[in-house]
Structures are given as C-alpha cells and as structure tokens.
C-alpha cells in the first residue's frame, strides 16, 4: 500500500498520494485546508487514506506540524 506493486496501481499507493500534498502545501495549511484542497482528487480519497499519506510523510520526515498548521519539513 506504500509503494506500488503489481495489485497497487502507481497513482493509488501512499507514496504517490503523499506527493499530491506535498504538491498543494507550497504555503503551511491546517489540515482541514489541505483535505478541502485535494478531496476531489480520486488518489486522495477517502479520507482515511489522505491521513494515512500525512502519517507517512511525517514519519519520513517530509511535513511537520506547528501551531495546528502543517508545512513541508525543513531540508
């Protein structure tokens, strides 16, 4: 589900949908800002898998959370 694999199409793994936000957080958001922003995307939705691509890009290092706004981790 993380990666692709020959059952999990490129653009519905988490990796890939973990792109699609990191693509809409040029400026920090709260979360409810960046769900309004890709939930019509059909990678993203449900929504249990837009929470499970932000669990993993915070894991990895790639957002981070401040202040109830999240922003693309410091590099």
Avoid at 8 to 22: E, K
Avoid at 47 to 72: E, H, N, Q
């Amino acid at each position: 589900m993380i990666l692709p694999t020959k059952h999990i199409p490129a653009r519905d793994s988490l990796l890939a949908v973990g792109s699609l936000l990191l693509e809409n957080l040029s400026r920090a958001r709260t979360i409810t800002g960046l769900w309004e922003a890709v939930r019509t995307r059909e990678e993203v939705s449900p929504y249990g898998r837009f929470i499970l691509a932000l669990d993993l890009l915070y894991a990895v290092g790639a957002i981070d959370m401040r202040d109830g706004m999240i922003s693309r981790g410091e590099q």
